[in-house]
């Protein structure tokens, strides 16, 4: 079965400050690796996601994240914290299998200070 | 509408009650997953349709959550006798599912609170 723990449930940064939210995982097999970003009484929207390929996945908002399969980590980054980036952000795994559902971590709710 | 839709944004039950909640999927999408965010966790899985079949219902917390896709297309999760551990945001998602992708597209969620 998977899992995913997120370390931190609160992180605090100054703006412009680098951002890093830290993901580890457990998996039998490959996982597919996602990052979904919350604003307040929002839906959850995708940030980036790691299927196959390239371990340095590119998002949107200039996020960032390495899959590291021998530290089984998938740590999100951003050089420079910016106002609007406070929200709660859930790292998630799931199966190469069609239905499998996603399974989250608790989350790590990012505050950024002016 | 372009995105996932969710009614009732909002609603307070007795314990007791009965309440159903809608989800209106993206125009499209085969697949639908129902899940239950506690408050300060992450979202929980709870079940997942194919079309009109529920093919996984094995996160539905007791025999008093039903959920529907008769359709398939809206689904309606139910639950009965509500009780104050229900209270939680109840997320919809939707997805065309490519294999394996698992990107999901979630709507804004309903908020339960059980009194």
């Known amino acids: 079965a998977q899992s995913v723990t997120q370390l931190g449930s609160h992180v605090s940064v100054s703006e412009g400050a680098l951002v890093l939210l830290r993901c580890n995982y457990s998996?039998?097999?490959?996982?597919?690796l996602f990052w979904y970003v919350q604003y307040p009484n929002q839906g959850l929207q995708l940030l980036l996601k790691?299927?196959?390929?390239?371990?340095l996945v590119k998002g949107i908002n200039g996020f960032e994240a390495e899959f590291k399969k021998s530290e089984t980590s998938f740590h999100l980054t951003k050089p420079s914290a910016h106002m609007s980036d406070a929200a709660e952000y859930f790292c998630?795994?799931?199966?190469?299998?069609?239905?499998?559902?996603?399974?989250f971590g608790k989350g790590t709710t990012l505050s950024v200070s002016s | 509408g372009a995105g996932v839709s969710q009614s009732p944004r909002y609603k307070v039950a007795k314990r007791g009650q009965d309440v159903a909640l809608r989800c209106d999927p993206i125009?499209?999408?085969?697949?639908l997953f129902w899940y239950q965010q506690a408050l300060g966790q992450g979202p929980e899985f709870l079940t997942y349709?194919?079309?009109?079949?529920?093919l996984d219902k094995s996160g539905l917390p007791s025999d008093r959550f039903f959920a529907e896709r008769p359709e398939g297309s809206v689904s309606t999760l139910k639950i009965q006798r509500t009780q104050q551990e229900d209270s939680a945001v109840y997320l919809c998602?939707?997805?065309?599912w490519g294999r394996g992708t698992g990107e999901l597209f979630f709507g804004e969620g309903s908020r339960l609170t059980v009194l």
């Open positions: 125009s499209g999408h085969v697949s």
């Open positions: 998602a939707s997805t065309s």
């Open positions: 790691y299927t196959t390929g390239a371990t």
């Open positions: 349709f194919q079309n009109e079949a529920q």
């Open positions: 998996s039998s097999v490959p996982p597919y």
């Open positions: 998630a795994v799931t199966l190469n299998q069609a239905g499998t559902a996603l399974i």
